[in-house]
């Protein structure tokens, strides 16, 4: 009894459970959506550890995980680190930005055109990437204003609102994959022999300076250099759909990386494809003595067949660099050719 959210302090919080210690960890709260803490952090919460900005943070996080799954499961159980670390990497959207997003929130909440919807400033503003009511009022005043929601009381843009004909426009424009990100997002092998070829060839390549300038054009992303919250698929896909073009290394043959690939493509992203020479070509393959293997046995005896594969055939017949380990200096620089002569 008495319990109110941690983060944006609501009272009306539901479905509480509380650990051993009857401290809440798991409750409905109905600003901030399902929140699922770690014991500890639970106990730690009490102690008003957050500031009331980082709180507000944590609060938008929560609600906007909440709201991707569609209203049905909850974060994981959130630890300490886990809340400091959303805070840190939280980087707060500009006005514009704001815009775009309740957009988009707004159209995911149409069920048909023309639909009218109602949004409560009180309890919608986290989701909105917004500090309060207040915010999220002058958001949705910015949108009647540009033209791009249809309201039929300008002083109440919250009630009845729905998606005007500009709006659709505007969110066609939106969805645009990457379009004006410096990102490029690298899919590869992680593995030790891999790492080296990154940093000294993909890396620089993709983060080169022209000259005359004084900081790069791209920046490379690759998932395990970006630390992450989120479902490891879920920042994947975030990360492609944020970027400009995508290098996609295929040596090892490596499913993740063809997934990522697909997705690119699929997304209408510029993919520049490269391989390590040998393996590209299927091989077979032999044991220590220089016998041929070619079937192997599962624990259930059937006989699997084996070979190294090369470039899968959907991708055979694409433009590709082939590198050498001996030669990433050679490496870099025809893919840093490749960059300036097809992203633009
Ligand atoms: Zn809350």
Same mark, same amino acid.
């Given at each position: 009894?008495?319990?109110?959210?941690?983060?944006?302090?609501?009272?009306?919080?539901?479905?509480?459970?509380?650990?051993?210690?009857?401290?809440?960890?798991?409750?409905?709260?109905?600003?901030?959506?399902?929140?699922?803490? +770690?014991?500890? *952090?639970?106990?730690?919460?009490?102690?008003?550890?957050?500031?009331?900005?980082?709180?507000?943070?944590?609060? &938008?996080?929560?609600?906007? %995980?909440?709201?991707?799954?569609?209203?049905?499961?909850?974060?994981?159980?959130?630890?300490?680190?886990?809340?400091?670390?959303?805070?840190?990497?939280?980087?707060? !959207?500009?006005?514009?930005?704001?815009?775009?997003?309740?957009?988009?929130?707004?159209?995911?909440?149409?069920?048909?055109?023309?639909?009218?919807?109602?949004?409560?400033?009180?309890?919608?503003?986290?989701?909105?990437?917004?500090?309060?009511?207040?915010? /999220?009022?002058?958001?949705?005043?910015?949108?009647?204003?540009?033209?791009?929601?249809?309201?039929?009381?300008?002083?109440?843009? +919250?009630? +009845? /609102?729905?998606?005007?004909?500009?709006?659709?426009?505007?969110?066609?424009? &939106?969805?645009?994959?990457?379009? @004006?990100?410096?990102?490029?997002?690298?899919?590869?092998?992680? *593995?030790?022999?891999?790492?080296?070829?990154?940093?000294?060839?993909?890396?620089?390549?993709?983060?080169?300076? %022209? %000259?005359?300038? *004084?900081?790069?054009?791209?920046?490379? $992303?690759?998932?395990?250099? $970006?630390? +992450?919250?989120? @479902?490891?698929?879920?920042?994947? &896909?975030?990360?492609?759909?944020?970027?400009?073009?995508?290098?996609?290394?295929? *040596?090892?043959?490596?499913?993740? $990386?063809?997934?990522?690939?697909?997705?690119?493509?699929?997304?209408? !992203?510029?993919?520049?494809?490269?391989?390590?020479?040998?393996? =590209?070509?299927? %091989?077979?393959?032999?044991?220590?003595?220089?016998?041929?293997?070619? =079937?192997?046995?599962?624990?259930?005896?059937?006989?699997?067949?084996?070979?190294?594969?090369? $470039?899968?055939?959907? !991708?055979?017949?694409?433009?590709?660099?082939?590198?050498?380990?001996?030669?990433?200096?050679?490496?870099?620089?025809?893919?840093?050719?490749?960059?300036?002569?097809? &992203?633009?």
């Amino acid at each position: 009894m008495g319990h109110k959210c941690y983060f944006c302090d609501n009272p009306d919080i539901k479905d509480v459970k509380t650990g051993y210690r009857g401290i809440p960890d798991y409750y409905n709260c109905p600003r901030c959506g399902i929140v699922n803490l +770690h014991m500890d *952090t639970a106990d730690d919460m009490l102690s008003e550890r957050f500031r009331e900005k980082d709180k507000q943070i944590i609060s &938008i996080w929560i609600r906007n %995980e909440y709201e991707k799954s569609n209203r049905k499961k909850p974060s994981k159980r959130l630890t300490l680190e886990d809340l400091d670390k959303i805070i840190k990497q939280y980087s707060p !959207l500009n006005p514009l930005e704001k815009m775009d997003n309740a957009l988009l929130i707004i159209e995911k909440a149409s069920g048909y055109v023309g639909q009218q919807i109602n949004i409560s400033y009180g309890l919608d503003y986290p989701y909105y990437h917004c500090f309060g009511g207040g915010e /999220l009022h002058s958001i949705l005043s910015l949108l009647s204003q540009e033209g791009l929601i249809k309201v039929p009381d300008q002083a109440n843009p +919250h009630n +009845h /609102l729905s998606i005007s004909a500009k709006g659709y426009q505007k969110l066609s424009e &939106i969805k645009k994959p990457g379009k @004006d990100s410096r990102q490029c997002f690298v899919a590869m092998w992680f *593995t030790t022999e891999m790492s080296e070829a990154y940093d000294k060839a993909i890396r620089p390549a993709i983060e080169f300076i %022209e %000259e005359g300038g *004084t900081s790069p054009r791209f920046e490379a $992303v690759k998932i395990d250099n $970006v630390e +992450h919250v989120n @479902d490891i698929n879920d920042e994947i &896909i975030a990360q492609i759909r944020r970027s400009r073009f995508m290098i996609c290394d295929l *040596t090892g043959y490596r499913g993740g $990386v063809y997934f990522e690939a697909g997705f690119a493509y699929g997304l209408g !992203l510029d993919v520049i494809y490269t391989c390590r020479e040998d393996w =590209t070509k299927e %091989e077979i393959l032999k044991d220590n003595d220089g016998n041929e293997i070619k =079937t192997l046995r599962d624990k259930n005896n059937n006989e699997i067949q084996i070979k190294k594969e090369g $470039v899968h055939f959907d !991708l055979a017949h694409r433009n590709r660099i082939e590198w050498s380990p001996d030669d990433l200096e050679d490496f870099r620089i025809k893919l840093q050719n490749r960059i300036r002569a097809v &992203i633009f």
